[in-house]
């Protein structure tokens, strides 16, 4: 039984900050790339933030550097992403997502998905 459950979403306002945490079980994730995407309505899933099994190799999409911290804690089997200084842009539905690779930046690699969790950023 492989499990991603995303958590931490709500509603924020711009300028504000919110941070979220994917908890993972059933498989041994801490060997895993791990990473955050995002959908908002009408758009692709993007890319958001990667991180290595280690911890040791971020990579963020450049609409997020410099503002989002990616980070993982394997003795908790914890993944998070805080975001700070939020924009409206930001709004979608979260997904974190797994992989027994390194980091990438297309969805359809990962094969491993949380249900997602709604972030919303008022102006």
């Known amino acids: 039984q492989v499990q991603l459950v995303e958590s931490g979403g709500g509603l924020v306002q711009a300028g504000g900050s919110l941070g979220l945490s994917c908890a993972h079980s059933g498989r041994t994730f801490s060997v895993y790339a791990m990473a955050w995407f995002r959908q908002a309505p009408g758009k692709e899933r993007e890319f958001v933030a990667g991180?290595?099994?280690?911890?040791?190799?971020?990579s963020y999409a450049d609409s997020v550097k410099g503002r989002f911290t990616i980070s993982r804690d394997n003795a908790n089997n914890t993944m998070y992403l805080q975001m700070n200084s939020l924009k409206p842009e930001d709004t979608a539905v979260y997904y974190c997502a797994a992989d027994p690779g390194v980091v990438t930046r297309s969805p359809r690699l990962y094969d491993y998905w949380g249900q997602g969790t709604q972030v919303t950023v008022s102006s």
């Open positions: 991180i290595s099994w280690s911890g040791g190799t971020t």
